[in-house]
């Protein structure tokens, strides 16, 4: 940045905003400067000697070096008449994160704030990597993926909130590969050690789990180590971890496009920083249409850059902090942020097309006036022996499962032919919208009474997302489609997660959501499983992101 280029503080209309950063292990401080657009970044990192990140150690490290950082970050400042860095506010991650670092973070931006007499910012944490991605892609109103240490979800927007579409179950996907690295005697970082060792690698079959636009890891790190202990090579495990993890993230990544009819897609979250990761995500991208984005590097890792970014979009709304009520949330989910700093209309939402071809999630869809030809083509971001795995294990269990509904009474699509070496079937056309076009207190109770009907068959869904259900308004019937992530399972964690998965995307496609979600809930529990209403609220507080 050239002197002549900085405009004089007389003549500045946009802020200039010091960011914090201190939610686990990077301590840093930024400053962004809103009239040109520059992001100064001051980093010191956290390594521990042995095993993941120790909330002790980190602390102690973010309260010797935050000071160092963030006075290094404020030489980047121009200087006001008395002498001081020209700041206009203090940003700092309110959360989500390791609490005592983010007391300390909190603390050392209220003692700046106050120091320099100027209003102090709340960020939260995983709302700061979207937004740093929209706001240097240019991007209207993409869904995000995070996928970061301790966090993996995917985020959409929706009525002035950014919405949590899916999410890891258990544990974050940088997490996830620390415990693999861990095992195998490698130091913290894992990811790039993985990263670099499967360039070596071959593919090996392990666990794929994606439950509607949920994922879970545990299963695969479980059957990581086993591989490992029993004597295959690591580089083939890192190859296959990879190519199986970041193939399920990519593939939610592409359920929420399609399920909010985005096409933008932006990517956040340190584990981000992976190759493989960045290009499974661009071939998902180029195959259905839609357009991707990801920041450089230092913006994707943990960084104050994006809270400075996020903070002055807040700063300029009006959105200050006074000091009593600058606390802390060490679970702050990014569904509790008012998304002040936009004003642009939600995406729109439809459930009837008249294309004649669709593009669904993972497959194309031709339709005529009788029939529905569905085609699960190759994926290109996927492994070629998973992808063809994948597709001809849901072809096969979509038409099974599919004729069994029906036979218990669920209103289900005729299955006229399937070839499951082509992943093709025929089914009859039914319904003449998506549930989403057609989001009646009527029809979503009716929903509810087929799922109950079908757990108590023994079988889930597995994806009940208001695009996987048909709905004939003159009839006022409600078909169950797309069965290609159903299962076999008397076990009522099983059916919890199918109306889990009901109700987050009720929220990712209205603004009723709350409304319905409660009619699901009243409805499962005069037709079900108490057992499977007690297990879904289990699993509303176990998400990353759940509080």
Known sequence: MVADQTPSESTRTQPRVLGIEGTAWAASAAVFDAETDDIQIETEAYVPESGGIHPREAAEHMAEQLPVVIERALEHASTSADGSPAIDAVAFSRGPGLGPCLRLSGTSARAVAQRLSVPLVGVNHMVAHLEIGRHQSGFDSPVCLNASGANAHVLGYRNGRYRVLGETMDTGVGNAIDKFTRHVGWSHPGGPKVEEAAKDGEYIELPYVVKGMDFSFSGIMSAAKEAYDEGHAVEDICFSLQENIFAMLTEVSERALSLTDADELVLGGGVGQNARLQEMLALMCEQRGARFAVPENRLLRDNAGMIAVLGAKLYEAGETLPIGDSTIDANFRPDEVPVVWRDDPDPAVTGAS?????????????????????????????????????????????????????????????????????????????????????????????????????????????????????????????????????????????????????????TGTTDAADELIAAVRDTYREQGSAAVLSRLEEIDTRGRYQG
């Open 354 to 506: 008249s294309r004649s071809v669709q593009q669904g999630a993972e497959a194309t869809v031709n339709i005529d006036e009788e029939t529905v030809r569905k085609t699960r083509n190759a994926r290109s971001y996927r492994h070629p022996v998973l992808d063809t795995r994948l597709r001809q294990q849901r072809t096969r269990q979509e038409a099974r499962l599919l004729v069994e509904t029906r036979q218990v009474g669920v209103p289900t699509p005729l299955v006229r032919d399937v070839d499951p070496k082509t992943t093709e079937l025929i089914l009859q056309h039914v319904g003449d919208c998506d549930l989403r076009g057609a989001l009646t207190h009527s029809y979503v109770t009716r929903l509810a009474s087929h799922l109950a009907r079908i757990h108590e068959a023994g079988f889930v869904h597995g994806d009940p997302t208001t695009r996987n259900v048909r709905v004939d308004t003159e009839t006022d019937t409600v078909f169950l489609i797309d069965f290609g992530l159903g299962y076999y399972s008397d076990h009522p964690e099983d059916h919890a997660m199918d109306v889990h998965i009901l109700e987050q995307s009720l």
